[in-house]
């Protein structure tokens, strides 16, 4: 009959192999597993829903909305400007300043948050310096990862170390604990990346057409293949369809084309090139009222235009007009989009956000049209058309998506208001009273998470709550429940006996060796927090039993839980990257596994020296 420390380990091992699948939740992976401790009998009901109460889900929740109130507030936007304004025309002065400047952020916000700023300023800044993003974007993921590990607050498996050890009896770290051990990897990883790293991903640009500082929509559209789909007509004097509007008229969904512009009849004297006319060229929304003489930009097959010009006597231009620029953007999925795994139906795309999807690209394959139905997919990048009011509101939306590349006048500066000031106050605030220990942490950081509300850093109360990522909460929450069985069952002394059986022999310092190693493998291909969670009961218990310090050990297990490099799907800004470099899994492979192993020499040489065993 199974012992019930073997039914944890089966439930473990069953859990671990969901987590490698993209297609399940790593949120519902772990509700489940929850869900099969408790219905097993392996836990209590009050065991089962501890981790809800625990302070650690509580600080990584506030922290989100302290992110959001510094991210609305435009205080990390201001870090950003700082960039394009003191690296310009420099690539070392860009990569340098980059590195360090999403390292530090990562220290005290959401590293992805952090990274969906800066992304789009990397991208304009390689333009204009002539450089492919590629060859900066792996870079910038990886030190937001090196960043987080810099101070308690900047990566979930940092708060899971310091109250693992506060409940063992070894008190809790502080606020700086993690900073000297952070600082040297850094300094290391800063180092490999600008000799090494980015000469491995140095690639060609893939188009040098036209002025390198501008935006570029013939550009954009011929990456995506759709310039042969994008057709003009003209409305004859004598058209039938004068005076009336196009939801009267129905031509969409008629003849499954899209109308994308209307050009009025003063402006077509005008020179026929993007950027003239701009007032007046408007999109077309369903209140359009037709006039004579406008001239209609229609994007669809060639055999639908046709037919749309045989029915209706529209007349089928031959000028060279071109998509208005502020009209256009590209837009890549969060990692946790909230779009994922939906059909542009499912999302209503424009309805939403009044926006139009010409194309995508799907991860690894060539730009195609969409569909209604077409599946929105982890590592997609799309290309949307609409009033440039509408893509600066999609800019908003950074836990679902990031306006990659765009010419829309102000963009994100709508969405930000001028409180970056009191934002700075309210975060060095909660800094302060984390360093100094004047209150608990999860005091000082829920006074700062409320206080971004009261003093409309955000801007509104249901947005504090849509910050969340309720998917990291949920999967700590019900992840710690799995360490509390694996400790009533024995199943964590069996992993510490083991690798006190197999490495102890060599003394602490190889456990500390074996620890990290192990923590690595599993973080660079399923969560970082649930491989934190289950490996610190088992480093404090290892600690125990060879009679030395778990500090050491607990630290090593944090730092190599967040120093995940070698795949794309090892952490969300990685994946973030992924579609907006143009990678391929081997760029990660081939850049991120030599930092792995000099960053894990480099911790395994000085966690002993800082946290002597």
Same mark, same amino acid.
């Given at each position: ?5 073997? *039914? ?30 408790? *219905? ?67 220290? /005290? ?32 993921? =990886? ?74 929509? @013939? ?20 058209? $039938? ?75 089928? #231009? ?23 795994? $939906? ?20 991860? /690894?394959? #060539? ?5 209604? #139905? ?22 908003? #939306? ?34 302060? @009273?984390?360093? =100094?220990?004047?209150?608990? +942490? ?21 947005? +504090? ?5 309720? $998917? ?12 509390? +069985? ?7 002394? =069996? ?26 493998? =599993? ?21 125990? $039993? ?32 992924? +579609?907006?470099?143009?990678?391929? /899994? ?13 960053? @894990? ?13």
């Amino acid at each position: 009959m199974i012992s019930d420390m073997q *039914l944890v380990f089966l439930i473990l091992a069953i859990t671990t192999i969901c987590f490698l699948v993209p297609r399940f939740r790593a949120d519902l992976v772990a509700i489940t597993a929850l869900l099969s401790l408790l *219905l097993t009998g392996l836990i209590t009901v009050p065991e089962a829903f501890a981790g809800f109460s625990n302070s650690v889900v509580i600080m990584v929740a506030a922290l989100f909305i302290v992110g959001e109130g510094v991210f609305q507030s435009g205080l990390a936007q201001k870090a950003g400007d700082l960039l394009v304004k003191t690296t310009r025309n420099s690539e070392w002065k860009l990569t340098i300043f980059m590195l360090m400047l999403v390292a530090v952020l990562s220290g /005290f916000i959401s590293n992805t948050g952090t990274v969906a700023i800066l992304l789009p300023i990397v991208v304009s800044l390689s333009r204009q310096l002539q450089i492919h993003p590629g060859k900066l974007l792996i870079p910038l993921a =990886f030190a937001s990862s090196m960043g987080g590990a810099l101070t308690l607050i900047g990566t979930a498996p940092n708060l899971i170390a310091s109250e693992s050890l506060r409940d063992a009896g070894y008190g809790a770290l502080n606020f700086f604990s993690f900073t000297p051990v952070g600082l040297t990897m850094l300094a290391v990883g800063i180092l490999y990346l600008w000799f090494i790293g980015r000469k491995m991903l140095d690639k060609p640009l893939e188009n040098k057409v036209g002025d390198s500082d501008a935006f570029n929509a @013939a550009e954009l559209v011929e990456q995506y293949g759709i310039s042969h789909h994008i057709r003009t007509v003209k409305i004859p004097a004598n058209s $039938q369809l004068i005076g009336k509007t196009m939801k009267q008229l129905q031509l969409a969904s008629t003849y499954h084309i899209t109308l994308l512009e209307v050009i009025k009849k003063e402006a077509t004297s005008l020179k026929r090139i993007a950027g003239r006319g701009k007032s007046m060229r408007i999109t077309v929304d369903p209140s359009y009222v037709v006039e004579a003489d406008d001239v209609f930009l229609v994007y669809g097959e060639e055999e639908a235009i046709s037919k749309l010009v045989a029915e209706t006597g529209l007349l089928l #231009e031959q000028g060279d007009y071109q998509l208005e620029e502020s009209h256009l953007a590209e837009v890549i999925l969060t990692p946790r989009s909230r779009l994922l795994n $939906q059909t542009i139906r499912e999302v209503n795309f424009r309805e939403k956000y009044g926006l139009t999807v010409l194309a995508m690209k799907h991860q /690894f394959n #060539e730009p195609k049209q969409t569909t209604p #139905e077409e599946m929105l997919l982890y590592g997609d990048s799309i290309l949307v058309h609409g009033k440039w009011k509408d893509i600066n509101l999609l800019s908003a #939306e950074k836990n679902d998506t990031v306006v990659l590349k765009s010419a829309a006048e102000d963009t994100d500066l709508a969405n930000q208001n001028d409180k970056s000031g009191v934002a700075g106050i309210i975060l060095i605030g909660m800094l302060l @009273a984390m360093v =100094f220990e004047w209150v608990p +942490a999860v005091v000082a950081i829920s006074v700062a998470a409320v206080l971004m509300i009261f003093t409309n850093c955000i801007r509104q109360t249901d947005q +504090a709550y849509q910050s969340i990522n309720w $998917q990291t909460v949920v999967l700590i929450a019900c992840m710690l429940p799995m360490a509390t +069985a694996l400790e009533n069952t024995g199943g964590v002394t =069996f992993m510490s006996e083991g690798l006190i059986n197999s490495l102890g022999a060599v003394g602490p310092l190889a456990v500390l060796a074996g620890l990290y190693l192990i923590t690595s493998l =599993f973080s660079q291909f399923i969560s970082n927090t649930a491989t934190a969670v289950l490996l610190f009961p088992v480093a404090i218990l290892t600690a125990q $039993q060879m009679g030395v310090s778990p500090i050491p050990m607990v630290m090593a297990v944090a730092f190599s839980s967040s120093m995940a490099f070698a795949t794309p799907v090892a952490t969300p800004p990685n994946a973030m990257v992924m +579609a907006a470099g143009k990678y391929s /899994f081997l760029d990660f492979v081939k850049v991120g596994v030599p930092l792995q192993l000099l960053i @894990a020499i480099v911790a395994i040489i000085l966690l002993p020296m800082f946290f002597p065993f």
